[in-house]
C-alpha cells in the first residue's frame, strides 16, 4: 500500500500546533519544578531528568494528534518513525537540562520544523519568563507576538557574545576554550548561558549580538536558526558557509559584526 505524499499544509496552521506543543511541554517543566524530579546520567557531565522525558513525549503526543504521518527528531527518543513524509520536526523538550536540574532559570523547550529538508518553522518557549520566541520561514520572527530584529553593533568591541561548551569538554581537544580566550579579549562582554536554543533567540532579539559553538546537535538548532534569519540575522558554519542543523558548528549574528567573528574563529584553524 503506498503512502500518498504530504499535502501542502498552511503555516499557520503548522505554527499554531508548535506554538501549543511548545506551552505544553513547557507547563510539564514548570510542574516537575515544582514537585520534583529524577536526574540520571548520561555521561559524567551529562544529565537527563524524567521532566525530558514527559515533555517529550508531550510534543510528540501534540504532533501526531494533528499530523499522524509526520517524521520528529527528538533529543531522548532520536527519530521517532521512518516515513516518507516531506516534514520533519526536530524537537529539544528541555535545552538547558544542568541548569533545570540546578534550579537556574534558564533553560527552553525548542521545537523547529523542516519541509523538503529546509527549515520554515521555529517556536522556542521559555517557561520561566513566560518568553515565547516564534517564526515562520518569509514572515518575520516574533517575541510574545512582538516583532523582533537582531542588533546594529557593528564592532566587536562593542559587541555582547555568547557561547557554551559540549558535554564532553573533558575529553576533547575541539573544546572551545581556545575561541574562548580569544572572543574574551575582543569583545566587551561575554557570556555562558548553557542553553544553545535561548542564546540564539537572544541574537534574534538584540540581547546579544553574537554566538558561536563548536558541537551542536539539530535539535539544540533547529528552532533558533530559522528564528535569528527570520530576525535579520546571519547563521553560517566557522568558514561562512550556508549552516546546516546536521552540521556540529555554528555561528550566527546580526551580521554586522559576522566576518569579524569568523576571522577570530580560523585564526588557528588547520589550513585545508
Not at 501526531?64 to 518513525?81: K, M, S
Request: net charge negative; glycine share 10%.
Amino acid at each position: 500500500m503506498s503512502v500518498p505524499f504530504d499535502q501542502n499544509i498552511p503555516s499557520d496552521t503548522l505554527l499554531s500546533v508548535a506554538t501549543n506543543a511548545a506551552r505544553q511541554a513547557g507547563a510539564v517543566l514548570t510542574e516537575y519544578m515544582r514537585t520534583g524530579f529524577r536526574i540520571e546520567h548520561k555521561q559524567i557531565i551529562n544529565l537527563v531528568t524524567d521532566a525530558d522525558r514527559q515533555a517529550e513525549q508531550r510534543i510528540i503526543d501534540v504532533i501526531h494528534d494533528a499530523f499522524p504521518t509526520h517524521r520528529i527528531l527528538a533529543e531522548e527518543g532520536g527519530l521517532t518513525e521512518e516515513s516518507p513524509s516531506r516534514y520533519k520536526w526536530v524537537v529539544d523538550p528541555l535545552d538547558g537540562t544542568t541548569n533545570f536540574a540546578h534550579g537556574f532559570p534558564a533553560y527552553c523547550v525548542s521545537i523547529g520544523l523542516e519541509c523538503d529538508g529546509r527549515g520554515i518553522i521555529g517556536v522556542v518557549y521559555d517557561p520561566t519568563r513566560d518568553e515565547l520566541f516564534t517564526s515562520q520561514i518569509g514572515q518575520g520572527a516574533y517575541l510574545n507576538g512582538a516583532p523582533i530584529s537582531v542588533s546594529t553593533t557593528d564592532h566587536l568591541d562593542r559587541g555582547l557574545l555568547v557561547t557554551g561548551f559540549a558535554y564532553n569538554i573533558r575529553e576533547t581537544p575541539n573544546n572551545n576554550l581556545n575561541h574562548f580566550a580569544r572572543f574574551a579579549l575582543k569583545v566587551q562582554g561575554l557570556r555562558r548561558t548553557g542553553t544553545a536554543a535561548l542564546d540564539l533567540c537572544y541574537v534574534a532579539a538584540g540581547r546579544f549580538d553574537g554566538f558561536w559553538e563548536v558541537t551542536l546537535n539539530p535539535w539544540d538548532m533547529a528552532a533558533g536558526a530559522v528564528i535569528v534569519r527570520e530576525a535579520g540575522g546571519k547563521v553560517t558554519d566557522f568558514k561562512g558557509a550556508p549552516h546546516s542543523i546536521y552540521g556540529r558548528e555554528l555561528v550566527a549574528s546580526n551580521g554586522s559584526i559576522h566576518q569579524a567573528m569568523l576571522d577570530l574563529l580560523q585564526e588557528d584553524a588547520p589550513s585545508s
